[in-house]
């Protein structure tokens, strides 16, 4: 069964610092996601990932993936208040019916 | 271009009482998907469909549960009779093909149906 973990589950940072947020996945995967989610609201598609290797850059936010490793990162730099929310990463994998999965979620908090 | 469409936005109804949860899809997406978000379990893929056609429904919890996707624009998520363990937001998402190797094609998701069952 795919599994994917998320960590931390919680952060709290300040801003303009720099954080991490790790996302492994248990089962070989052919396409990784993160998403935002901001309180009440909808997911918001961050990034695509589709290969080693893969980085991807949008503002404050990088993403990254090593498929051997089965492990993606979602890199911050320089935090700001605006990137608080919720940023889950997700696995499919294209053999098995589109078999989705998400991670629980790591709920982000950048105070001034 | 309009995103995917769901309805209602909010649903407050006593336990044993049918619910039907709607969805349009974004215009051209072949595949269709329905979640359910909890504090407890996260985001749970209920069921998926591709060119009308359900295609994984085993994240359904039971039989109380079940999908329809009549047309190309057009799904529904019903609970009949409903219990208050069903309370959850429930989404629906598109994309606009079904998983293609290479393809880089995110699910596009709706705001979402707050679901309380009293």
């Known amino acids: 069964e795919l599994k994917v973990e998320q960590n931390p589950l919680f952060l709290s940072m300040q801003e303009g610092k720099n954080y991490t947020i790790y996302c492994n996945y248990s089962?070989?995967?052919?396409?990784l996601y993160w998403y935002r989610q901001d309180p009440g609201k909808s997911l918001e598609s961050l990034f695509v990932?589709?290969?080693?290797?893969a980085v991807k850059q949008e503002g404050r936010l990088m993403a990254s993936l090593d498929t051997k490793a089965r492990l993606s990162t979602l890199h911050i730099t320089a935090a700001v208040h605006d990137l608080s929310a919720t940023y889950f990463c997700?696995?499919?994998?294209?053999?098995?019916?589109?078999?989705?999965?998400f991670g629980a979620g790591t709920r982000l908090t950048v105070k001034p | 271009d309009a995103g995917v469409i769901q309805s209602p936005r909010h649903e407050v109804t006593e336990m044993g009482q049918e619910v039907t949860l709607r969805c349009k899809p974004i215009?051209?997406?072949?595949?269709l998907f329905w979640y359910r978000q909890t504090m407890m379990r996260g985001l749970e893929l209920l069921i998926y469909f591709n060119n009308n056609v359900p295609i994984d429904d085993s994240g359904m919890p039971e039989d109380r549960f079940s999908a329809k996707m009549p047309n190309a624009s057009f799904s529904t998520l019903k609970i009949q009779p409903s219990e208050p363990r069903d309370s959850a937001v429930y989404f629906c998402?598109?994309?606009?093909?079904?998983?293609?190797?290479?393809?880089?094609?995110?699910?596009?998701f709706g705001d979402g149906t707050r679901l309380s069952i009293l």
């Open positions: 990932l589709l290969s080693n290797g």
């Open positions: 215009s051209g997406h072949n595949s």
């Open positions: 089962t070989t995967s052919d396409r």
């Open positions: 997700a696995v499919d994998v294209l053999y098995n019916n589109n078999d989705m999965r």
């Open positions: 998402a598109s994309s606009p093909d079904p998983p293609q190797e290479y393809s880089n094609q995110p699910q596009h």
